[in-house]
């Protein structure tokens, strides 16, 4: 996980505009560089390093001795690079998986070298030599780029949006920073004037696709059919190679653990492979929520029954509404929602920096959307219904759930890494017949469920917990975190605010008085960005007012099975 950040065709790119590359120092705290182009002195790159792979060689911009007019700047982890470099008899001149970009741009054009590559990724390309600038992002989105390019040939690209809004007030107009889209690339003309054109924006993949090339065969090695144990078979087979395939690191791996499945499977995998693969140290476990929370017991059970090394990290609502405005900053949001279920995340991720040695964190985000485990899928009106709104949330993730989980993270320079997105998996998985897929028994994401069942990898009571949503779980069962955040704001906003709320905050106007809390945060820190949360997460087929599982009159906690 690194902070990676660009200007080309600026007049003003120097040393000067390093204060804008600072803004995202969080996400690579081990070592920063700040680099003029040669010979292109309108060009300019910034890198804040989180070394994971290669300390010796892996400051960027990356350049190689083969290819002296290329310079890359990239944030993520490419898992296939040794099988790229072996298939292809590359020649390496860094331990650096992100090489493997030079390599493959060389060899084929960008849009192949970009769907050929099995990882989490957000890159920055410039090929000196043609004047062009390549910019890239992976299926999901789960590595954040944000660009802005101007009428007059200015382009600025950032990790992060905060590191680009200052740049855009010297301007005439304000420029609109938009999030790059997942899965796509985008080509640029560097003119000879210095300027900069767009002439090409394509999507090299989408999450329905299945990847084409031969190193991704999803079904290599694997029986196909439909056979009910035949699927459970190769799901567990793609989930253990997506978590492997992610143990690629140089430093000591940790997980986070809520207790529920998603991340009880992505831990007990992970202690196993651990165990296999002889690492030198015990994964540790990190949990979070009120003393009496049931996230926080259920993840202890896990723990006893893996044996990790295991973190509890208290919460109380105070401490939660002592970061919230922080954490608004970190995540460039202002999605309820996504707003709640982040000051858990950010304040284990805050202890774990602090306290631990773990760098890389494994997550289980993105199995709700792609196993549809959101309790309203059970109203859901169809398989096929159900199945379009699995797909519609995993396009969606980079804007809720897994801007969450990377801002939170990156904010205390973590690196998250998430093998329910697994490209193979999540291509295997959706190419399942739909009525496969759907809650069954009044259970959501029962196939993922049945697949782990009698293996003897988590505990049966956890394989077969329901839902609690992350801010909700981690809350004491007496109150929930956002009714103790709802009282705080209470005395903050009054009934006349929020009757103008349409008229002070036409776009998106929100509706209660926690929502215009944290929109009056967000445009204190961006005014005029509230286009960065283009609609709110709510859940569908049901009439919910709040986005909390909690105030679904289909919702029943443990506690009432």
């Known amino acids: 996980m690194c902070g990676i950040w660009a200007l080309f065709g600026s007049d003003e790119c120097l040393a000067s505009q390093c204060t804008n590359a600072m803004k995202i120092a969080h996400r690579g705290p081990d070592a920063f560089r700040f ?34 007019y290329l310079w890359l700047c990239y944030n993520g982890e490419i898992y296939n ?39 989490v990724f957000a890159f920055i390309l410039l090929d000196t030599a043609n004047r062009k600038v390549f910019l890239g992002r992976d299926t999901y989105g789960v590595r954040p780029l944000f660009r802005l390019l101007t009428d007059d040939g200015f382009l600025a690209v950032c990790s992060e949006a905060k590191g680009l809004t200052d740049i855009t007030h010297s301007m005439p107009t304000p420029a609109k920073i938009i999030p790059f889209p997942p899965g796509h690339f985008e ?21 329905t696709d299945e990847p084409k090339h031969a190193i991704y065969n999803t079904l290599e090695g694997l029986d196909t059919g439909f056979a009910l144990e035949t699927v459970k078979s190769n799901i567990r087979i793609l989930f253990e190679n997506a978590v492997k395939k992610r143990l690629m690191a140089h430093r000591r791996i940790g997980c986070l653990l809520s207790g529920g499945l998603d991340s009880s499977l992505v831990a007990a995998t992970l202690v196993k492979l651990a165990k296999e693969e002889k690492l030198k140290y015990p994964i540790q476990t990190f949990s979070i929520g009120a003393e009496d929370s049931p996230d926080v017991a259920a993840a202890r059970k896990v723990a006893d029954f893996i044996k990790s090394e295991h973190h509890e990290v208290s919460f109380t609502p105070e401490e939660g509404i002592s970061v919230l405005e922080e954490v608004i900053i970190h995540l460039e949001s202002y999605d309820i929602t996504t707003v709640r279920a982040s000051i858990g995340m950010y304040l284990v991720s805050k202890y774990i920096r602090e306290k631990t040695d773990s760098v890389v964190i494994f997550s289980g985000e993105g199995s709700d959307e792609l196993t549809q485990g959101y309790i309203y899928f059970h109203k859901a009106p169809s398989p096929k219904a159900g199945a379009e709104e699995s797909v519609r949330l995993l396009e969606e993730l980079y804007l809720f759930d897994g801007l969450r989980a990377d801002r939170t993270t990156a904010a205390h320079g973590l690196e998250l890494r998430v093998p329910f997105l697994d490209h193979r998996f999540t291509a295997y998985y959706l190419s399942l017949p739909e009525d496969m897929r759907v809650p069954k028994e009044g259970v959501e994401k ?21 839902k609690e949503a992350f801010s909700d779980g981690l809350s004491s069962m007496k109150k929930s975190w956002y009714t103790s955040l709802q009282e705080h704001i209470e005395s903050k906003v009054n009934d006349s605010q929020l009757e103008k709320a349409d008229k002070l905050y036409p776009f998106n106007p929100p509706t209660t008085k926690e929502g215009f809390f944290i929109r009056q945060i967000f445009e204190k820190n961006f005014p005029g960005r509230c286009e960065w949360t283009p609609h709110y997460w709510m ?22 099975q």
């Open 187 to 207: 080509m640029f003309d560097l003119k000879l004037n210095g300027k900069v054109e767009s002439v090409q924006m394509d999507r090299f993949h989408c999450c």
């Open 446 to 466: 029962h196939l993922l469920r049945e697949a782990f069942q009698g293996i003897d990898l988590i505990p049966d009571e956890i394989l077969w917990r329901r």
């Open 539 to 560: 859940p569908r087929w049901i009439k919910a007012t709040d986005p909390s599982a909690r105030t679904l009159s289909i919702y029943k906690p443990d506690k009432d």
């Open 35 to 68: 680099e003029n182009v040669n010979g292109f002195t309108n060009c300019c790159f910034g890198f804040h390093r989180l070394a994971i792979v290669d300390q010796l060689y892996g400051m960027q911009p990356l350049r190689v001795k083969k290819f002296p």
């Open 81 to 119: 690079h040794v099988t790229l470099k072996n298939k292809f008899e590359f020649e390496y001149q860094t331990k650096v998986d992100g090489e493997i970009l030079l390599h493959l741009y060389d060899r084929f054009d960008i849009k192949q070298m970009a769907s050929m590559l099995d990882g």
